[in-house]
């Protein structure tokens, strides 16, 4: 069976084409094209450019990703779509083009939540059996596990998430947006030495990040003030580089903390790590140490996967299709608010 | 375009540092891990004479931690725990002893807790139900009584000013009733009796604000509904009797809902 996906629930608007194949071999990715709205620095991305950028490249991206997957119309069996979470204006936009597709190809239409989307594809890439799941993006920080056709959330941002963190004070810092404010962050961040002190916010299984943001913002503001500042222990200039090491360092000890956590909880010894700031190397390798420490291990995947694309939206929508679930037109709307663990997962046991 | 599958992460191997001088010393009984938790790693030792057993709880350092934040992080929590037992001790909240500790080292020795976590004896008693062909929602008197059991630790500990930062079910015991009171069940063959006490302060603070009870009860609230899907329902019974525990604890519980909703205005963004 062959699905597209359709993907637009932030700053990157997506479409993949998926093959199911029967007796369980694993899924074939045909294309996954995607198409990103960057921001000047000093900027984050608004809903109406963003949706703008999404009506204005989604009919070329359909039309390249159905192309480069060699597939007709008649192959496809369903086009699936980002239902939600996500922001209003850029969710609406696609969901239109998906409902468009629909009328004109005649094809039914699935709606998937994002999230699922993250892991499902996580797990298909990776082949992680049954991991915790660590979803973390600019929109979402949740540490998931399964159980009984749901996947549970055990722990989550209780205010922004830890990319809107990183994201926020890469414009504070007013770098670059291109590729990504958090992937330029990563290339500072491995040049910082100075390990700052700042806040660490964790709640047994949740965590916290506005205050952290807060207290990053003040020490760059005192560092453009006085940009001789020297650290009182070893005596060393401090730099911006040393603010992003800190801030990583920070925040991604306390995601290692809440994920061990969870595992501890739920006896699991694998971790599956989604979501765009999932592509850090520093949070791959941090996660990776906290694993083997417990005997077990991690999978992440690459930039192709972390980051919101349309061939996971494909992929799980596929999966609810393949048991029967559809989404009629009339239903077919999209929502801000989509919690992962509102999905009934029929496709797992 | 053939998928290929993205293989487990590779890491340097972990070199461990030693542990600290307390698992070596000779009047102690050699230490034998019990359980690696989250954070610590939780041995089974004596204090002082071979017959008192007593739980030894290492913080080993955490390889993916920056050492600076790793010493503090360890040192806080183990000073922070010590703290927050003893008041509790003091105050006649059912926990664990502090015998001895080394917050630099970073270890912390207190008293040894018979029995089992709920967590455990909640999933062998629903386990015990399906066998026995008991439909589900069919209220037990003994269970609602291990709920109001718990609802009311929960709120004596509340109390005396003290929040537990991760209260879930693996962080309560349930010990063997020394006596058959009140609070304790002791009808022999039920998974269910025996005195609630909590355990692992690590994350714990004091505090006597209704937000971060409030928020408490929330983690408690997740941790229930996330492990014991089907004891769910039973969560209102632990509220319940928390209501009851002390002077303040409704307006607690007013804040829970704010806290909840908060919760779940989370899923905004994509």
């Keep these: ?349 | 375009m053939e998928t290929e599958t993205i293989p487990a992460i590779e890491t340097a191997p972990i070199e461990r540092p030693p542990l600290p001088p307390v698992f070596q010393y000779p009047s102690a009984v050699p230490p034998s891990l019990i359980t690696q938790g989250a954070e610590a790693l939780l041995y089974r030792s004596t204090y002082l004479l071979p017959t008192l057993p007593c739980a030894l709880k290492y913080r080993p350092p955490k390889p993916y931690r920056h050492p600076t934040l790793d010493l503090r992080l360890t040192k806080h929590r183990i000073l922070s725990e010590a703290r927050v037992l003893a008041k509790c001790r003091r105050e006649g909240v059912p926990v664990p002893a502090v015998y001895a500790l080394d917050e630099t080292a970073g270890w912390l020795m207190i008293e040894w807790i018979e029995g089992e976590v709920v967590r455990i004896r909640l999933n062998e008693w629903l386990q015990q139900r399906k066998d026995e062909g008991i439909a589900e929602g069919v209220d037990d008197d003994r269970l609602v009584r291990l709920m109001e059991r718990v609802g009311r630790a929960v709120g004596r500990m509340h109390a005396v000013g003290v929040v537990h930062g991760d209260l879930t079910t693996s962080n309560m015991m349930l010990r063997p009733g020394r006596h058959a009171g009140p609070d304790g069940d002791s009808a022999v063959g039920d998974v269910l009796a025996g005195d609630i006490v909590l355990i692992d302060f690590g994350l714990a603070s004091q505090s006597t604000q209704d937000e971060d009870r409030a928020v408490d009860l929330y983690v408690l609230e997740r941790a229930f509904g996330s492990t014991h899907p089907r004891a769910e329902s039973l969560f209102k019974v632990v509220l319940g009797a928390y209501g009851k525990s002390f002077k303040g604890a409704d307006v607690v519980l007013k804040r829970l809902e704010d806290v909840r909703m908060r919760g779940r205005k989370r899923s905004m963004l994509g």
Aim: net charge negative.
């Design chain 1, 1 to 349: 069976m062959i699905a597209i996906g359709l993907e637009g629930s932030a700053n990157k608007l997506g479409v993949g084409v998926i093959s199911h194949s029967p007796h369980g071999k694993p899924a074939q990715i045909l294309s996954n094209i995607r198409h990103t709205f960057v921001s000047p620095p000093g900027e984050g991305f608004l809903p109406k450019d963003t949706a703008k950028h999404h009506r204005s490249w989604v009919i070329k991206l359909v039309k390249q990703a159905m192309a480069q997957a060699g597939v007709s119309i008649a192959d496809v069996d369903c086009i699936c779509y980002t239902k939600g979470p996500g922001m209003g204006a850029p969710l609406q936009s696609v969901a239109v083009a998906a409902r468009m597709l629909s009328l004109l190809w005649q094809k039914e239409l699935v709606g998937v939540n994002h999230c699922v989307g993250h892991i499902e594809m996580g797990r298909e890439i990776t082949g992680a059996q049954n991991p915790v799941v660590l979803y973390v993006s600019g929109g979402n920080t949740q540490v998931i596990a399964y159980a009984e056709q749901r996947y549970r959330i055990f722990g989550e941002a209780l205010d922004i998430a830890v990319g809107n963190c990183l994201d926020r004070f890469a414009r504070t810092l007013e770098i670059s947006n291109d590729p990504a404010p958090g992937y330029n962050i990563e290339q500072l961040a491995k040049k910082g030495k100075v390990l700052l002190d700042l806040p660490y916010a964790v709640k047994g299984m949740d965590c916290s990040f506005s205050g952290i943001l807060a207290s990053i913002d003040i020490l760059a503001a005192e560092l453009k003030a006085n940009p001789e500042q020297r650290d009182p222990i070893t005596g060393e200039v401090i730099t911006t580089a040393d603010l992003c090491f800190s801030l990583q360092e920070t925040v991604f000890a306390m995601l290692v903390e809440i994920t061990e956590r969870a595992m501890a909880h739920v006896g699991s010894n694998q971790v599956l790590i989604v979501g765009g700031v999932g592509c850090n190397e520093r949070l791959q390798e941090m996660m990776g140490l906290m694993a083997k420490d417990r005997g077990g291990s991690v999978f992440a995947t690459d930039e192709r996967f972390c980051i919101d694309n349309g061939i996971m939206i494909a992929h799980a929508g596929l999966l609810a299709y393949e048991t029967g679930f559809r989404t009629p037109l009339e239903e077919s709307t999209c929502t801000q608010r989509f919690r992962t663990d509102e999905v009934f997962v029929k496709w797992r046991d």
